[in-house]
């Protein structure tokens, strides 16, 4: 929540009052001049929100959303294409009742009525704005996922005018961050001494960031548990790890069905991120009478380093026709 | 052995003259193609020049320049894991050019140029319509700078100890000692990989309609790592190398899109190759001079075999007509993963005979296969509904192979056959969940899942069952307030644990029926954590609260408990929770202050038996409960983190503090075994008999940074940047092993080392 810098109030009240004041003045002259379709053009918006339209001509929706390139006829339309008609808006100097297809994108609960003025109502009016043209498949289960159903919405994380990130249009400066604001145990979580790089920071002055979170979350929604960006856990981590991939001639059958019955992919205190330190995490699944199983001390050879993977060192697997107990 | 580093002072001159020159290209394209306009105010005549060669470019972004210094413990292995903070001079660039219309574009992005660690990123296309791609990247990861190996590499796959060690350590009357003597001359070496990885790809939207997509991925790793390898019975000897890494992954996506109103359709097709540009690994055993049919003078691992991965999936989601909001969202997945590298012989050992393989390789053949199907729909403006079926299914058609004799180790010729056993499992997941909005200010979310496993006959347990309700409250007293909280119970059981599954699976009918006469089998009252009767609650509560303008609260905290009901041994409980918060308070239009925290703590529960035994006869074994152990592991972190932003100068200096800490502490204990009850003859155990508090492994992390940015015009921006991190790690596991500690074994001494940095950066960002 480490909220990225923002306009300070005294210019907000002032930006915000002179705007109104133009919208007062020209606004009723724009109005007559526009189709009566209720759009008035981006350049009616641009005369109070300057501020705003600056900040928006840096990003791509800028590109896209304009009469010069657009490939569709709401593209066309601006600031509109997303908006909704702005002629009430103009007319009413941005106070009065507003058309109903006209969506502000301040938080507020324009156009619902006392049945309704529901969080949840805003948000799906909103979503459903940007789902309008990011319709494929990488935002394909948003309906239903996790963050649909508890009200998260598309501007919770993105902005279009005043993103904070360099890509994606983040209101965070970046994923570990903006994803940290509602999951901290996440956050708090890679800076345990093993963890992935994803730690974040200005480049070259000490961050990672060779991974982020979405190297393996979708969080717009997936076909896997903690919206884990593959058919299965294990096939997400197969991206980097494909030689853990397989088949093996010897298979050790939980690392099929998933890396997280031994890992922790957030962070440890342990070696290689596992759930709990050897040899302690193998005794809960192992304890044969040919088999060390004992309650071994600290300094013992058996507790110390790699412990268990001293021996059995193709935990995942092993190709050697002789590496039937995973020693070779 | 070591993983390149660039820190000589010929690859420093080559990376400055690389930064120079791009800075230079950067920022003569920058001028060149700046909008005809800006020049004119600063100079007529020369926009005129300019603009007969300019092209018509508008070009907008950063380059920024600088030097690093830093000093402290900066060249230990845990501050250069995954990063490159080298004293020298560093840059970066982000530029985009467009043409005049704004239509089509060109990005060049790079970053920390000429070290370990850098980036690039070339992207060009026309938007709405397509584009193209091209990444380069470099990360290092560096394991440790203090190990130390006396193995010398002839080859990237083999591993062998200087002239006259092994003969040495076998004809000294104390084997032992010699070692630790031979050991005394290990060199350094460094355990740690450079990962490169490349690629390209291209999207392009064909209409309005149908979009196309493919993208190309090549991740190459060069460098070594911690590996060990055994030899003799349990007990043996086990030497830790630094064992190269050289493999390469090669993979390739490509798919349409095709979306009509509330329809999208997609097939894509993706593909993965890895290669192992290592086969094996081959090691001197150090106590050993000569092959013999009970010692083997060097081992062989096979390493991770080249295999490959295919999938085709195919996505549909669309409206259902119908008088309220209903969506069906389906997916299709077929997965094909091969896997048929030669087989190496059983053994490399000159005097065992190695016996004959029923294969020259596993021909491993994997189906997976994925459907999802999803439905939403909201029949009420204040109810809304879901469901969801998956199903996931893992085959394993490759067939089973059986070895009539084997060679354990390298050193001991084995005629009790062996069968090559394979898993398949099916994974099954349901949910309703309805959802409705009793006022503006409450919510309540009802569901209740299902989760079913069914696995292959070699598993423990066949099918495994776990389901249960959710209820969640969602309480927003305030527009700019929400408390949520929910509450899950889980029930998971399985029908029946068949302790001898495996075993029954791996080895022939009368090789089975002799272990299990012997007891020498896993202990019956073991159950496997992930196969194991369970219930669980889970608690979450969050929220976000503003408090006026100025502030705004965030709230978070879960609390779980696992009991593993049935299981007399293994693990039988685990516990878990976390609280904390996450503030942002303006003391000022101009002061900005944030601060959160986080406290976690986990605790694993676990049962276990000493069953110890004579290396005499199996029947000599001893399984008495009053061998009984148990053991706790309990683990707790705090996480806390502060900014405090100041605009000192409105629009043209910022300062800003940051402070991160996190502190974990990880406290194990072993309960006494009542009574040692050994087996008859058995040699004494030291330990056994005995209660152990492990010392407590400690870590902790502190980061401060500092800086102060100009902003000197509105295309120039100075930098002043601090950073100081102390990290510390007291391990008892990996402290000052070795690479001798008595014994027989050999250790790395490839501990993680503390460190503490300071790092100061001068940087200059000049935007366009």
């Not at chain 2, 516990?575 to 101009?590: E, S």
Request: net charge negative.
């Amino acid at each position: 929540m480490l909220c990225p810098k923002r306009m300070p109030l005294q210019v907000e009240a002032w930006v915000g009052s002179i705007g109104l004041a133009v919208l007062v003045l020209v606004g009723p002259a724009i109005a007559s001049a526009q189709s009566t379709s209720g759009y008035v053009g981006s350049e009616a918006c641009t005369t109070c929100h300057a501020d705003a339209s600056h900040a928006y001509d840096r990003t791509v929706h800028a590109r896209v959303l304009n009469e010069a390139v657009a490939r569709t006829e709401r593209a066309a339309r601006g600031c509109e294409a997303c908006h909704g008609p702005g002629l009430t808006h103009v007319q009413s100097a941005g106070k009065g009742e507003p058309h109903e297809d006209w969506i502000a994108f301040t938080g507020d609960t324009v156009g619902d009525t006392d049945e309704g003025g529901l969080a949840a109502d805003r948000i799906e009016r909103e979503n459903a704005v940007c789902l309008s043209c990011h319709d494929h498949s990488r935002v394909g289960l948003w309906s239903g996922s996790p963050h649909a159903m508890n009200d998260v919405g598309c501007t919770t994380c993105h902005s279009t005018k005043n993103p904070a990130s360099r890509r994606h249009l983040l209101t965070a400066a970046d994923q570990t961050t903006g994803c940290g604001g509602c999951h901290p145990a996440a956050r708090a979580q890679q800076l345990r001494n093993r963890h992935m790089p994803v730690r974040s920071g200005p480049g070259g002055a000490g961050g990672e960031g060779f991974m982020n979170c979405s190297s393996c979350h979708n969080p717009h929604g997936t076909v896997t548990e903690s919206l884990v960006d593959a058919n299965s856990v294990n096939e997400s981590c197969y991206e980097c790890h494909a030689e853990k991939r397989g088949p093996f001639l010897w298979e050790h059958a939980p690392v099929n069905e998933s890396c997280t019955n031994c890992h922790v992919p957030h962070g440890s205190i342990r070696p290689n991120m596992l759930r709990v330190a050897g040899p302690r995490l193998c005794q809960t699944c192992h304890i044969q009478s040919l088999h060390p199983s004992q309650n071994r001390g600290p300094t013992d050879r058996f507790s110390v380093g790699q412990n268990c993977q001293h021996c059995h060192i193709m935990v995942h697997g092993s190709n050697h026709p002789s590496g039937n107990f995973l020693t070779r | 052995m070591t993983p390149p580093k660039t820190t000589d002072r010929a690859v420093g001159a080559r990376r400055n003259l690389v930064l120079v020159i791009a800075f230079a290209c950067a920022v003569a394209s920058g001028v060149a193609a700046a909008p005809r306009g800006a020049l004119a105010e600063d100079d007529g005549h020369e926009q005129e020049n300019l603009a007969d060669w300019a092209p018509p470019l508008l070009v907008s972004g950063e380059v920024e320049i600088g030097g690093r210094s830093s000093g402290g413990d900066d060249g230990a292995g845990k501050f250069r894991e995954y990063r490159d903070l080298d004293s020298g001079i560093f840059g970066g660039v982000d530029l985009l050019f467009e043409d005049e219309e704004r239509r089509s574009y060109l990005r060049i992005f790079g970053s920390n140029p000429g070290y370990d660690d850098q980036r690039y990123t070339l992207e060009a296309g026309r938007y709405g319509s397509y584009s193209v791609d091209l990444f380069y990247s470099e990360l290092p990861h560096v394991f440790s700078t203090s190990a130390r190996s006396l193995y010398q590499r002839p080859s990237q796959e083999t591993f062998v100890l200087p002239s006259g060690v092994q003969a040495r350590i076998a004809g000294a009357a104390d084997p032992s000692a010699q070692l630790g003597v031979e050991l005394s001359a290990a060199q350094p070496v460094e355990l740690g990989f450079r990962q490169v990885e490349a690629g390209a790809g291209a999207d392009v939207q064909v209409n309005d309609s149908v979009r196309l997509f493919s993208r190309y991925r090549l991740q190459d790793r060069r460098g070594s790592r911690p590996l060990a390898i055994q030899f003799g019975s349990p007990g043996g000897t086990f030497d830790v190398f630094a064992a190269s890494i050289d493999d390469e992954t090669h993979q390739l996506e490509a798919g349409v899109e095709y979306t009509e109103g509330p329809l999208i359709l997609g097939l894509e097709y993706r593909a993965s190759f890895y290669q192992n540009e290592l086969r094996s690994m081959t090691v001197d055993n150090p106590l050993v001079a000569a092959d013999t049919t009970t010692a083997a003078e060097r081992g062989r691992l096979s390493l991770a075999p080249d295999n490959s991965a295919h999938a085709v999936s195919a996505f549909a989601s669309a409206t259902v007509p119908a008088s309220f909001p209903v969506r069906v969202t389906a997916n299709l997945a077929y997965g094909l993963h091969l896997q048929d590298d030669d087989f190496l012989p059983n053994t490399i050992n000159a005097a065992i005979a190695s016996p004959a393989l029923p294969a020259n390789g596993l021909n491993g053949e994997v189906h997976t296969f994925l459907a999802n199907l999803v439905g939403t729909a909201r029949p009420l403006r204040r109810l809304d509904l879901k469901t969801r079926y998956r199903v996931y299914r893992y085959d394993d058609e490759t067939d089973p192979l059986r070895f009539s004799a084997w060679v354990r180790n390298d050193d001991e010729a084995r005629s009790d056959a062996v069968r090559s056993v394979r898993n398949d499992y099916t994974r099954q997941n349901a949910d309703v969940t309805a959802r409705y909005r009793v006022s503006k200010a409450l919510e309540t979310t009802l569901g209740y899942e299902l989760e079913a496993w069914h696995r292959s006959d070699d598993r423990q347990v066949d099918d495994l069952l776990e389901h249960g309700p959710t209820f969640q409250v969602d309480w927003r007293p305030h527009p700019s307030t929400t408390i949520r909280t929910s509450y899950d119970f889980r029930d998971r059981e399985g029908d029946g644990y068949d302790t001898l599954a495996f075993f029954e699976s791996k080895f022939d009918p009368a090789d089975f029926s002799a272990l299990v006469a012997s007891g020498i089998t896993e202990l019956p009252g073991l159950r496997k954590y992930d196969q194991a009767d369970r219930r669980t609650h889970r608690i979450a509560i969050g929220g976000t609260i503003l408090v006026g303008e100025r502030t705004e609260l965030g709230l978070d905290g879960s609390w779980e408990d696992m009991d593993y009901v049935d299981s007399d041994y293994g693990l039988t409980g685990q516990q878990g929770w976390h609280a904390g918060f996450d503030a942002y308070h303006r003391l000022h239009d101009r002061v900005g202050l944030g601060l959160w925290y986080t406290y976690e703590e986990f605790v694993y529960e676990m049962d276990s038996r000493w069953r110890p035994r004579n290396f005499g006869p199996f029947a000599t074994f001893v399984d008495d409960p009053i061998n009984d152990w148990s053991n706790e592991t309990e683990s707790a972190f705090h996480s806390l983190g502060g900014r405090v932003t100041v605009e000192a100068i409105r629009d043209r200096l910022d300062l800003e503090l940051g402070y991160e800490l996190h502190l974990g502490q990880e406290k194990m204990r072993d309960d006494a075994i009542p009574g040692v009850a050994t087996a008859p003859g058995a040699p004494g155990n030291p330990d056994a008999g005995l209660a152990f508090t492990h010392p407590d492994i400690e870590e902790s992390l502190q980061v401060l940074t500092g800086s102060a940015t100009l902003r000197v015009s509105d295309r120039l921006e100075l930098r002043a940047l601090y950073r100081y991190e102390d990290f510390d790690l007291d391990d008892y596991r990996s402290d000052d092993l070795g690479p001798f500690r008595g014994g027989s074994d050999v250790f790395l001494r490839n501990n993680v080392e503390d460190y503490e940095v300071h790092i100061g950066i001068l940087s200059a960002t000049i935007s366009l």
